[in-house]
């Protein structure tokens, strides 16, 4: 029966092809049999609602706009070959994530045959799905051909306006994935079904792939290698891994086993003193990083942030219930654990300063720990946790350990204090500090106090000892250390566009250099300071136009403009001796000779946003968001080989990136709900 549906679809399909009736019959055909093509697009963005409208219309053997400029065939009859591998669709297909772009295409092409609409009302990558109505049948397609072949007809129509998708129509659109049930029912069998191609670098990056290893569901925070394994975590699983095969040594879920939902939050989980730990909903749990067990857990109380570790102590805070503090202010308890053990070898209860967005609550060093309070106090305890002096001057919302003195700053007293950090006393204070924002240590001996910009009181470099006032100015930011001589630092003035040596010891300023326009980024190098530039365009925020090199002295060594043929919105640098490797994203990847600042290679590579750069034996490792990692030639630039996760169409949306890291001989591929390990060449 099956056989006998197959033969009469095939016998359907030569009638249509014979009659003429069916556009996809012939690509090789000398001219297509496209009378008509309407393009209307539409699009809601913050700048409101914008439209274009495009025909193109058959006269004789050419083809024209509406204008009456001739249009390449070609195009024509690649965009009629984009129609493969679609599937009957059960209902209008559309995908949306929260943004404000919200576009529209409707597409009527008619045909010697009949009418095909096209339609697609999806703001993801390449606006994938597509929709196709012909013969009163509707079908879909996830694959991104159609796209692909029609921003490269719109680019023949409107380059001004589609040249954003110039690198969409050059590398293709990523596929999207396809929902089950359409991978279930098959393609259609109305349209040309296709293989993909495998380009010859991913053939060779199939070589270097060691072992890969897939979850059930997405991880929930990128892999921890450790110990000679790496784990994942899952919304509701601890998974472990071996590092060198791939083999799942152990799974543990953490309902049944832990007794607790996990605490979602950067770092939740880490590697420390040989144990793995893990922070629960209300607690903390130590694992054995080989089996699994469990080896103590600490419940009761919702931490209030990540645990610090030194040698085999384990410090957290945790929330006291009011019914045990007999406190309307939030209490909290900062708990001394035995990292072997997990008993509480002590505890020092304390009020929450009410700065909760601040990490300042507990600083522990070797010998003394600090602990800010909402008494208010800042208490100065030993290890044993008995106090050795308190400070109840003011409230602290920021607090800067320094080797000498302890700096406590509160905005809203518009105050700053300093005190000797083993005795406690005060050894200055300044009370005339209106909008004060922060504090940034500098060196040992020196502090940047940043004013709000409304304030009429300008930033100050500050003696830390003597509460001396070295230098007053205007800042954005906090700037940066020389490399080289410590006592130097870089400061960027309130134009934005002025960078600013300042001897940090006596408050001198040795130079400044004004650019042309704002300083998008500052680098560090040891023979000067790279400087990226930036200009502001409605649809193109943040462009960096050049590359500005200053030596130590503050004087221009050499300008790499990157043109108006290029839209560079972000650049990272990366020091390499004698070459200086830059990225952008537009998913460029160059190298500059530090020197003269020629370009010596330069490659593209098919996503836009590179995520991580990583250099080993003359290679140079890089993720990107095509869900591809390339092995580039550091010497030439030239991609030897790649790895394909597949997962280009969901980096696309900018919720995930790509994490890569070196574990030896192995490089860790994490993304979505998969991880390879990757033999690197020696």
Not at 9 to 33: E, G, Q
Not at 505 to 520: A, F, N, R, V
Not at 587 to 615: C, H, N, P, Q
Request: net charge negative; aromatic share 12%; hydrophobic share 35%.
């Amino acid at each position: 029966m099956g056989m006998l549906k197959i033969v009469i679809t095939a016998i359907v399909l030569c009638i249509l092809i014979c009659m003429n009736s069916y556009p996809f019959s012939d690509y090789t055909a000398s001219h297509s049999t496209v009378e008509w093509i309407d393009i209307d697009f539409s699009v809601l963005e913050n700048l409101g609602m914008s439209d274009r409208h495009y025909i193109i219309e058959r006269e004789g053997e050419m083809y024209r706009d509406s204008s009456g400029t001739v249009i390449d065939s070609h195009l024509i009859e690649e965009f009629l070959a984009s129609f493969t591998d679609l599937y009957v669709a059960r209902e209008f297909e559309e995908e949306s994530v929260m943004t404000s772009y919200y576009p529209s295409f409707l597409i009527s092409i008619i045909h010697s045959g009949g009418e095909i609409a096209i339609v697609s009302r999806s703001n993801t990558h390449c606006n994938i799905p597509w929709n196709v109505t012909m013969s009163g049948q509707n079908f879909v397609q996830f694959n991104g051909k159609i796209p692909t072949a029609l921003f490269t007809l719109l680019m023949e129509l409107d380059e001004e306006k589609w040249s954003f998708m110039d690198k969409e129509a050059r590398f293709n659109c990523f596929p999207a994935p396809i929902p089950p049930y359409y991978v279930t029912e098959g393609l259609s069998p109305s349209f040309p079904h296709t293989s993909p191609e495998i380009p010859l670098e991913e053939e060779k990056g199939r070589t270097h792939i060691f072992w890969t290893a897939e979850l059930d569901d997405y991880m929930a925070q990128l892999p921890l290698a450790c110990y000679g394994n790496v784990y994942c975590v899952t919304k509701d699983r601890l998974i472990c891994f071996d590092m060198a095969t791939g083999e799942k040594k152990w799974d543990i879920d953490s309902e049944t086993e832990i007794e607790s939902n996990w605490f979602f939050a950067p770092g939740f989980i880490d590697c420390q003193n040989g144990n793995l730990y893990i922070r629960l909903e209300k607690g903390l749990a130590c694992l054995d990083s080989h089996t699994g067990d469990i080896l103590w857990k600490i419940t009761g109380g919702e931490l209030k942030r990540d645990p610090i570790y030194r040698d085999e102590h384990v410090y957290i805070i945790v929330e006291v219930s009011q019914e045990e503090s007999n406190d309307t202010s939030e209490t909290l308890r900062l708990l001394c654990v035995d990292s072997r053990t997990g008993n509480t070898l002590w505890e020092f209860t304390f009020l929450n300063p009410g700065f909760g967005y601040l990490d300042e609550e507990v600083y522990v060093e070797e010998e003394r720990v600090y602990v800010n309070s909402g008494d208010p106090a800042v208490y100065c305890l030993d290890t044993q946790g008995t106090v050795i002096w308190d400070f109840t001057g003011h409230h602290v919302e920021e607090f800067h350990v320094l080797k000498n003195n302890i700096v406590l700053m509160n905005a809203s007293q518009e105050v700053l204090t300093c005190v000797d950090r083993e005795t406690g006393t005060i050894t200055w204070e300044n009370f005339d500090l209106s909008e004060i924002f922060t504090v940034y240590v500098v060196s040992d001996n020196s502090i940047l106090i940043s004013m709000y910009s409304s304030s009429t009181i300008p930033d100050m470099l500050v003696n830390v000892e003597t509460g001396e006032i070295l230098w007053e100015g205007i800042l954005y930011g906090e700037g940066k250390e020389d490399l080289v001589n410590e006592d130097i630092r870089y400061l960027i003035t309130d134009t934005r566009n002025t960078v600013c040596a300042l001897q940090v010891s006596t408050g001198e300023e040795l130079w400044k250099y004004t650019l042309d326009y704002e300083i998008q980024k500052m680098y560090m190098l040891e023979d000067g300071i790279l400087l990226a530039e930036k200009i502001e365009e409605d649809y193109w925020p943040h462009i960096v136009p050049a590359l500005i090199f200053l030596d130590r002295e503050g004087n221009i060594q050499w300008n790499y403009p990157y043109g108006p043929q290029r839209t560079c919105t972000q650049v990272d640098i990366y020091d390499r001796d004698s070459l200086l490797i830059t990225t952008t994203q537009e998913g460029i990847i160059e190298a500059l000779d530090r020197t003269t600042g020629t370009v010596v290679w330069s490659t593209e590579l098919k996503g836009r946003e590179i995520f991580e750069v990583l250099f080993h034996n003359g290679h140079i490792f890089c993720s990107c968001d095509d869900g591809r990692m390339y092995c580039i030639s550091e010497a030439t630039g030239e991609i030897r080989w790649v790895v394909n996760t597949e997962s280009g169409f969901t980096l696309s949306l900018g919720v995930l990136d790509m994490d890569i890291e070196f574990y030896g001989k192995f490089l860790l591929l994490s993304v979505e709900d998969t991880f390879i390990g990757v033999l690197v060449p020696e």
